[in-house]
């Protein structure tokens, strides 16, 4: 079985300031890992994957995310905060031997100017 | 490169009808798509898997009567909601997986709002 945790509903931050989204997963063999941005009434735009090399992934529009395979964790982070950021945001995994991601229920961000 | 496309964007339909709603890769063959639900402020829980020339695989819970999918070509799925009521009022979106499904990235359509009236 494989499963998501996103343990903050939502996140608040002031433009400018570094951001953090939590996640952490469980599967029971290699992880991929995704993190996804939704806009209201739209669907998802992909932001960034891990699936095997550098801990460190960097993806669109500044944001990066560390693989931590001790602590189960994929966090996203950006450096500095845009209002335009403010949107929801979603962890997802696959274990390597299925096809079907499974999504963590979202993270609303909120970017104050 | 990847785009998928979902028609209609918003549907308004009468309880007891039926609607579909498509969803195209536009600029790559997806030999696998898949269609979820999402309620407002909640995640997205996958409904069906399906594969071209095959049937659906659904989850737990979905009821396939109910919510009729067809994968009839590499570049098309379509997802058609029987008999409609207010309680399928959703946020019904599509993602389309390019190449060996088992290492293959999802894109993802735009969504397709139906209210059922």
């Known amino acids: 079985a494989q499963s998501v945790a996103q343990p903050e509903d939502q996140v608040n931050v002031a433009e400018g300031n570094p951001l953090t989204v939590k996640c952490t997963y469980s599967?029971?063999?290699?992880?991929?890992l995704f993190w996804y941005v939704q806009y209201p009434n739209r669907g998802l735009q992909f932001l960034l994957k891990?699936?095997?090399?550098?801990?460190l992934v960097k993806g669109s529009y500044g944001f990066e995310a560390e693989f931590n395979k001790s602590q189960t964790s994929f966090h996203l982070k950006k450096p500095s905060a845009l209002v335009s950021d403010s949107a929801l945001y979603f962890c997802?995994?696959?274990?390597?031997?299925?096809?079907?991601?499974?999504f963590g229920k979202g993270t609303m961000l909120l970017v104050s100017p | 490169g990847a785009v998928v496309s979902q028609h209609p964007s918003w549907v308004i339909c009468k309880s007891g009808t039926s609607v579909k709603i498509e969803c195209r890769s536009l600029d790559f063959q997806a030999t696998t798509m898949f269609w979820y639900r999402q309620f407002p402020k909640q995640s997205l829980m996958l409904m069906a898997t399906?594969?071209?020339?095959?049937?659906?695989?659904?989850e737990q819970g979905v009821e396939k009567d109910k919510f009729l999918i067809n994968h009839a070509s590499l570049t098309l799925s379509t997802l058609t909601v029987t008999s409609a009521h207010p309680e399928d009022s959703s946020f019904y979106i599509c993602s389309a997986a390019r190449g060996q499904v088992y290492s293959a990235e999802q894109y993802f359509g735009p969504g397709t709002r139906l209210t059922v009236t």
């Open positions: 599967v029971s063999g290699n992880p991929y």
């Open positions: 399906s594969n071209e020339g095959s049937k659906a695989t659904y």
């Open positions: 997802a995994v696959r274990d390597q031997g299925y096809s079907t991601l499974t």
């Open positions: 891990y699936i095997t090399g550098d801990n």
